[in-house]
């Protein structure tokens, strides 16, 4: 038998810095996104178990465990993506500098 053949692809993607960073910006954007629609979903969760009224104080201790480490882990992703802002915001300033060195 013999081995497939494939095709050569080579494909070439070329972006300015500008759109690399706006990019980068939109991507933290919907990250965010995502994170909030995770806290809405918990909250939803709660309102529900909280309407039922029939639950005993193991079953309350669990959810709001499970609520927790829900928050946890989002704001541990808040302070990724925080991170990622801080070295987005430093390489906007590295090509604003950039710019006015090419300017003089």
Do not use: G, Y
Not at 34 to 39: C, G, Q, R
Not at 84 to 101: H, I, S, Y
């Amino acid at each position: 038998m013999s081995m497939p053949n494939i095709p050569d692809i080579k494909p070439e993607i070329i972006l300015k810095r500008s759109e690399v960073i706006n990019l980068l910006l939109t991507s933290i954007a919907l990250e965010e996104i995502s994170l909030s629609h995770i806290v809405n979903a918990e909250a939803e969760k709660l309102q529900k178990v909280i309407q039922e009224h029939c639950f005993s104080l193991q079953d309350a201790l669990r959810i709001n465990d499970s609520a927790e480490r829900t928050l946890r882990t989002v704001i541990k992703n808040q302070m990724l993506l925080h991170f990622k802002l801080e070295d987005v915001a430093r390489l906007e300033e590295q090509d604003v500098c950039v710019e006015e060195w090419m300017e003089e």
